[in-house]
């Protein structure tokens, strides 16, 4: 491994000890790491760590594939991708209104487990593979992760004070970032790496091709770990830490049956989206 790689890794490692210390001790905090000692606040952030990584690493190398690999250009690749967000806009119609009946924990572990499944095809792509194909995988990927992704909004801030939301925020939208870079980060170096392994010496462009496809198969295939994994930390989520959420609106869609809007995309509820 390159010294200035392992040089980077040890130093980032040691400041990000020192923000931890320094952070714990000065009075007014950037990021009020204390919220860390709420369960529900705590273990979401766990969730969306694991989640959110993997969701984007696949992103990440799924335009690299169409472009790079395929030859298609950046509107091609946008118009195959973009069926995902659709799949999100349908489904989070229905887990609106599903969270006060069956709770996070469930639609989480579901919705990641439902992500997996429909990630793994990707690990079988070719390089004739039907746009039309990977665009249906896209939707159905949309759809599970709205079942992941919309609980955890609406149960992150249930415990967190109306003086603490703004810092809760801060902590979840930087959680966020982080997690997006260690899955590129991940998903990026399995990637390089196999194609570099598997075309070593290589001069046919046919040859080079395949290699380079054998390499985003298996980081898609890691990529489909990297969910799994995912579903399981689902299991973290206690339905009763988000009693507040799950009843709070409960008792009002009796007299007003309109689905969640803070989870179906109108402006959000305040004790159910505190976040961004």
Do not use: C
């Not at 009020?32 to 979401?44: D, H, I, T, V, W």
């Not at 229905?94 to 793994?120: D, E, N, S």
């Amino acid at each position: 491994m390159s010294p200035q790689i392992v040089l980077t890794g040890v130093v980032g490692v040691a400041m990000f000890v020192l923000l931890i210390v320094v952070e714990t001790r000065v009075p007014d905090p950037m990021l009020a790491l204390r919220l860390f000692k709420e369960r529900m606040f705590r273990n979401a952030n766990i969730v969306l760590t694991l989640t959110y990584g993997s969701f984007i690493g696949v992103i990440f190398l799924m335009p690299l594939y169409l472009q790079n690999l395929r030859g298609y250009t950046p509107l091609q690749s946008g118009l195959t991708t973009f069926p995902q967000a659709l799949g999100v806009i349908v489904s989070s119609q229905i887990v609106g209104r599903l969270y006060h009946v069956v709770g996070p924990r469930r639609l989480i572990v579901f919705g990641m487990l439902a992500m997996a499944v429909l990630t793994l095809p990707l690990a079988f792509v070719s390089l004739d593979t039907s746009l039309w194909t990977i665009r249906a995988i896209m939707f159905s990927r949309g759809i599970a992760m709205a079942f992941a992704f919309v609980p955890m909004q609406a149960a992150t801030y249930a415990n967190i004070t109306a003086v603490d939301t703004g810092r809760a925020s801060a902590i979840y939208s930087t959680q966020r970032q982080v997690a997006a870079a260690l899955g590129v980060a991940t998903l990026g170096t399995v990637l390089v790496s196999r194609i570099d392994a598997a075309n070593a010496g290589v001069t046919d462009p046919a040859a080079l091709a395949h290699g380079a496809l054998s390499g985003y198969r298996v980081a898609f295939l890691v990529g489909t770990a990297l969910v799994g994994l995912a579903s399981l930390s689902g299991l973290l989520i206690r339905d009763e830490d988000a009693a507040s959420t799950i009843k709070s609106r409960a008792a009002s869609d009796v007299a007003d049956p309109r689905p969640l809007r803070g989870l179906a995309g109108d402006a959000p509820e305040p004790e159910l989206a505190r976040g961004d």
